[in-house]
């Protein structure tokens, strides 16, 4: 399976930098076997997805609601992602699950909602730092992909320990390996064999200089990259990294 190398581009980019830096992702893009994919604020997504028409960068959201419509103030639906040339949405991001007290069950109703409305969702877990030092980690993540993922689950994960998120502390290769692995004994435990063909991202401060190492490891399935995918630069070297087959 390709692997994908998706860009979380969070609540960052004004319009046009946005169009600029997605432009700047599909000019370098020719020749790299892995899948693309850009995710920039719910706003941008339309605009980003006419920059890439054409091109084979994909657009996906960072969030959507579970209900197709309705009085939710704020809030956007799966269907009006995909309306806006969304084709992935990431759910469960931990910088939600803390922000916005979402719970597994609510990251469940909106991956039901992003599968009905035809986009892949890929749905984030991850362990804190106080749940490391206690060794409760495989535990937290096996509990949050048990509460998280709908059966049948025809989407990515991304593990993403919260430790290493934006602060330039990477999981050791041995972390990552693990985790990996538990992660996907737990996806053939809720999905049966189709959680073998499950993708697992590893998220969590993913650099040109540390992309090689982590793509090539047993059950990673490619990256969800945060600050380095603000320059397509730094985000076609991680890119370039990703292993084929
Ligand atoms: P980071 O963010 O690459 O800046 O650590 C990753 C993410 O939150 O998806």
């Known amino acids: 399976m390709r692997q994908l190398i998706a860009g979380n581009w969070k609540m960052h980019c004004l319009m046009r930098e946005a169009v600029a830096l997605a432009e700047g992702v599909a000019a370098g893009a020719g020749g790299i076997a ?13 605009a980003v997805a006419a920059a890439l028409k054409g091109t ?32 992935f949405v990431i759910l469960g991001h ?34 804190t730092e106080a749940h490391r030092s206690v060794g409760e980690e ?12 709908p059966t049948p689950f025809p989407g990515v994960v991304a593990y993403e320990p919260v430790w290493a998120i934006g602060t330039g502390k990477t ?10 692995g538990c992660i996907r004994r737990e996806l053939l435990r809720l999905l049966g064999a189709a959680g073998a063909g499950v993708r697992i991202l590893y998220g969590g401060s ?5 992309a090689g190492s982590l793509l090539a490891l047993p059950e990673v399935g490619g990256a969800l990259v945060g600050g380095a995918s603000l320059k397509a630069d730094d985000f076609l070297a991680i890119a370039r990294a990703a292993v084929s087959g």
Do not use: F, W, Y
């Open 34 to 46: 892995a899948e693309l994919l850009v995710c920039p604020t719910a706003l941008h997504v339309a």
């Open 56 to 87: 084979p960068v994909a657009v996906g959201g960072q969030d959507c609601h579970a209900a197709k419509q309705g009085a939710h103030t704020g809030d956007i639906a799966a269907p009006m992602l995909r309306d806006a040339g969304a084709t």
């Open 94 to 127: 931990s910088e939600r699950r803390h922000d916005h007290h979402e719970t597994d069950a609510q990251v469940r109703a909106k991956t039901v909602a992003a599968i009905e409305a035809g986009l892949t969702p890929i749905v984030c877990v991850g362990e």
């Open 138 to 149: 495989q535990s937290v993540v096996a509990g949050q992909l048990a509460g998280s993922l």
């Open 171 to 180: 999981a050791t290769e041995a972390d990552v390996e693990a985790m990996h």
């Open 206 to 210: 993913v650099r040109p200089a540390n």
